[in-house]
């Protein structure tokens, strides 16, 4: 069994620019984790730490009950897939594989035998006399993937792996890498700047920002109860609205008051979803104007202001459902319920 | 064809213009004839002659009998083995100065890098001939570093003994060409390349051995074919030392001593363009089948890592024996050149600026006529460039890669051959009004210099030119300006900066360049620097005033090309400001 990462009060810089600060991760074993967070939040320097590529300057990485902060990269048995692949153009897709067993000194017919069976489990098994450059993006992706795996190792690192690949060819190799982790039982930390992946791949989600961890948790938990004001927005789309909680549980904000939303009194915000404002013809709801409309397909997404505030509201689209004009009076209504007030 | 409606009708015939058609106007495709005789006639005629000597037997047919007396002569047997051994032992001990240093800089960071930088630079300012005077002095059986060794240990070291003095020196010369071309080589691989391999568990020299090398080979084939190709060219070091029996000597000894009509000299040529365009050939077969275009950018280079204490020794120990080696020429001719008596001494007897006095008359109309040819020189090979690459990249003109080729073939071609091949060609054609020799009048030094730079100039140009962006001329030629308008107001304008480049390196090595010189210049007053040092060198007596001469020629040949720099990076700076403003 994979054993899990246990990540301790790390802290990393480059030079003078801070990079990771105090940063605290528990993953479990045979835990598909990701590492979710826009560019420049640390989520890759975190990875290639765990892959030792750099020591934290405070802090330990343990893996299982192994402290491996001080361990070079070749001497931790952790696999790591690179965003560009980063495959030996001068050795061939089998050499590739087989590097990281000749390492290990494994018996030519083991290597030979390993080969041939990873191959097969990704479906390259006819590519392994070709150069890398002779292979699509996916096939490359499935090598890297392959040469990563074949050497068993305890924790598998995927840096953006499918960032290079186009829309569809992503969802497809996404599920296959879901599947694979499965079959595998390895502990997988996976590093993205793409929320969608995140949500639909990782068992858990640590989401970064400026190099410290902003929230932990299942993907659903992330999005309904989001922690903070990063953490909603950049997970979907939210309204944040900015006001005061009263104590009788009204929260005032500039022309928007809403009852019945739970919480401790004083300044608050609170986090609404476009799909959870009400805009459809209701007579009892709050006055507002539509300021811009976007069909989008199965919804249309409206601009609506309501006092001083600009919400953004979402309408599921129906055949023949007619949308409301630019400039139009219309009255949207807000569930308190799915309020989320964030600290 | 053209359709309206639903009637058919015949398209018209039209005149398809040159513009349309090729991409080019009559004055660019003019330009590019010419360009086309320039390269004909003092590059591939001069060859092409050289070749059918060789290849024509006494009763004028072809025959191979020239062939079967050069395989008959034990002496020319044992100078193409000699030349191989030269050359090859050349690239190993070069490799050996140029691996580590290059590995040091692109891997390691340390103190001292910048200091290998330049390094890679010092030996090319300076002629190798130059040097293996000063060479004899510091490590000959009588040098400084002998008689210290005799003096310590009792032991001499035959390091400038025969052929060794020629690998020495050579290999002392023209290592930077590995260095360069394999610390860029190193520079370009992604940084994940290794990480990879260190994820899978390979370090020390297995990373480098089976990723990093691997990887980087291609610049160092390209270092040790261009090594290779410059010993076997090379004709004044193994004559200053001494050293006939290799083939660059015995073909110009056979054409100076016998005669233009002398037919071995031609063969020995074809035997050495043989092993120059082997030698590319090889390099490139070498590397035939591996792919290294997929080297993923962005990553940035390989990451740089702190040396450990053992290591910074090691390095530093290497670099001190490196520079020591390397300024060694420059150090011995500078000594050379203020010292009154130097031989069996450690150090000169005595100092003197006298040399310098006795060369100060000469010293003019030589710098005076290296300045003129090797500016000339690099001027055509800008020109010939830039319409070369222009035709290259930027029209669909037929035959435009063969030209490319034709220009870049020069390479291939040494010194020595294209000397004789010109020799051979227009020695028979007088100049009007005059009875000199076309093949002899100083314009042939300039256009031997032009032709055998070329590559370089044109090198510089294609990347000029690949860096701009098509659209800028397009947005010229949208508001009316013709081609050759745009080339001249849009494109030469801003290539600028590269095409400077081009002409230093053009400059810069024509100006020590000297195994076609020998065979071209006639008169002393046409002689240029390089020229001058040789016929100095050759005699006891005249090595303190030629070392003088060496020291002016470094001290002219660095002048020209740092203001060159200057000037080039002053354009740049200008241009770049007034976009941002």
């Known amino acids: 069994m994979s054993p899990g990462v246990t990540i301790e009060h790390v802290s990393f810089a480059y030079g003078a620019t801070p990079v990771l600060d105090d ?56 696999g790591m897939v690179f965003q560009n692949y980063a495959l030996w153009p001068h050795m061939s897709v089998a050499k590739n594989v087989a590097f990281g067993l000749e390492r290990r000194k494994l018996s030519k017919a083991e290597i030979e035998h390993k ?4 191959l097969d489990l990704v479906g390259l098994s006819e590519f392994a006399g070709r150069r890398p450059a002779q292979l699509s993006g996916g096939q490359q992706q499935r090598v890297a993937l392959a040469r990563t795996i074949v050497i068993e190792p305890e924790i598998l690192l995927l840096d953006e792996p499918l960032s290079n690949l186009d829309a569809k060819l992503r969802v497809e190799v996404r599920s296959e890498l879901k599947d694979l982790q499965q079959k595998l039982g390895i502990t997988t930390i996976y590093v993205t700047h793409d929320q969608e ?36 927005t950049f997970l979907g789309t939210a309204n944040l609205i900015e006001g005061n909680l009263e104590p009788v549980g009204r929260f005032v904000a500039d022309g928007l008051i809403l009852d019945g939303i739970g919480g401790v009194p004083g300044p608050a915000c609170i986090a609404i979803r476009p799909q959870d404002v009400a805009i459809e ?14 069909f989008l397909g199965s919804i249309t997404r409206y601009r609506v202001q309501v006092g001083k505030h600009l919400l953004v509201v979402d309408a599921t689209h129906h055949r023949d459902r007619e949308a409301f004009l630019v400039g139009a009076s219309v009255r949207i209504k807000i569930d308190p319920r799915q309020a989320a007030v964030l600290r | 064809m053209a359709v309206l409606g639903d009637t058919p009708i015949a398209a018209p015939v039209r005149r398809v213009s040159l513009i349309a058609r090729y991409g080019a106007s009559p004055a660019q495709i003019i330009a590019v004839v010419a360009v086309a005789v320039f390269l004909l006639a003092f590059l591939v005629v001069p060859i092409l002659r050289v070749i059918l000597v060789a290849f024509t037997g006494a009763d004028g047919y072809f025959s191979l009998v020239n062939f079967g007396d050069f395989f008959a002569s034990p002496l020319l047997r044992e100078s193409f083995r000699n030349s191989v051994y030269v050359a090859v032992m050349t690239v190993a001990l070069a490799s050996l100065i140029a691996v580590p240093l290059a590995t040091l800089i692109s891997r390691y960071r340390f103190r001292g890098a910048a200091l290998i930088h330049t390094l890679g630079v010092i030996p090319l300012v300076m002629p190798p001939f130059v040097g293996a005077v000063a060479m004899q002095l510091i490590y000959g059986r009588n040098g400084a570093i002998n008689l210290l060794l005799l003096d310590w240990l009792g032991i001499r070291v035959p390091f400038m003994e025969g052929l060794n003095g020629v690998i020495f020196v050579e290999a002392l010369h023209y290592f930077p060409f590995i260095l360069v071309n394999l610390s860029a080589s190193l520079n370009n691989i992604d940084s994940a390349m290794e990480e990879s391999a260190q994820n899978l568990g390979a370090h020390g020299f297995t990373l480098f051995s089976r990723i990093v090398f691997p990887l980087a080979l291609p610049g160092y084939v390209a270092g040790a074919a261009l090594v290779f190709v410059k010993v076997f060219d090379d004709l004044a070091t193994p004559l200053l030392l001494n050293v006939s029996n290799m083939l660059a000597p015995q073909a110009y000894l056979k054409i100076t001593s016998v005669g233009i009509t002398d037919p071995m000299g031609y063969v020995i040529s074809v035997i050495i363009i043989t092993c120059s365009v082997g030698g590319l050939t090889l390099a490139s077969l070498s590397l035939r089948g591996r792919d290294y275009a997929t080297q993923q950018r962005g990553g940035g280079g390989l990451s740089q890592r702190q040396l450990g204490r053992l290591g910074t020794a090691v390095a530093v120990v290497f670099m001190v024996i490196a520079l020591a080696l390397v300024l060694s020429p420059h150090i011995g001719i500078f000594l050379l050149s203020i010292g009154t008596m130097w031989s069996y001494a450690v150090l000169p007897d005595d100092f ?36 070369v690459a222009y035709v290259l990249l930027r029209t669909r003109l037929p035959g435009r890669q063969f030209l490319e080729q034709v220009a870049m073939s020069a390479v291939a071609v040494p ?32 256009i031997a210099y032009s032709v055998r730079r070329l590559p370089y100039a044109l090198a510089a140009a294609k990347a ?37 480049a081009g002409f230093v390196m053009s400059f810069a090595t024509a100006a020590v360049e000297l195994s076609a010189t020998l065979l071209l210049v006639a008169r002393s007053a046409d002689a240029p620097l390089a020229y001058g040092i040789y016929i100095y060198m050759q005699s006891a007596a005249g ?39």
Request: aromatic share 8%.
């Open chain 1, 23 to 78: 940063v605290n991760v528990e993953i479990a074993a045979g835990e598909f984790f990701a590492f979710l967070g826009p560019s420049g939040s640390g989520k890759s320097t975190l990875l290639r730490l765990i892959a030792g590529f750099g020591t934290p300057s405070v802090g330990r990485i343990l893996i299982g009950n192994r402290d491996v902060t001080e361990v070079p990269p070749w001497n931790r048995n952790v």
């Open chain 1, 115 to 118: 080969i041939r069976a990873v």
């Open chain 1, 197 to 232: 992946d995140a949500n639909a791949i990782a068992d858990r989600i640590a989401v970064l920002d400026q190099g410290c961890i902003q929230q932990v948790g299942v993907p659903i938990d992330l999005y309904d109860h989001p922690a903070n004001r990063f953490v909603a």
């Open chain 1, 281 to 294: 013809p209701v007579t009892d709801g709050i006055e507002a104007i539509v300021r811009k409309r976007e």
């Open chain 2, 352 to 387: 003197t600026i006298g040399h310098y006095v006795t060369v100060w008359q000469e010293a003019g109309p030589l710098i005076g006529n290296t300045v003129l040819y090797c500016g000339l020189a690099g001027m055509i090979d800008v020109v010939v460039g830039t319409i």
């Open chain 2, 415 to 446: 010194g020595l051959v294209l000397g004789i091949g010109l020799l051979r060609t227009y020695y028979d054609v007088t100049l009007p009004f005059t009875d000199q020799p076309l093949a002899t009048f100083w314009v042939m030094l300039v």
């Open chain 2, 464 to 500: 000029a030119l690949q860096q701009l962006h098509v659209s800028l001329e397009e947005a010229a030629e949208s508001l009316g300006a013709g081609k050759f308008t745009t080339l001249g107001r849009i494109v030469v304008p801003l290539m600028v900066g590269g095409l400077f």
């Open chain 2, 543 to 581: 090595r303190g005033p030629g070392a003088a001469l060496g020291v002016i020629a470094v001290v002219v040949v660095a002048i020209a090309t740092f203001m060159s720099y200057r000037l080039a990076e002053h354009e740049r700076g200008l241009m770049s400001r007034e976009r941002f403003l």
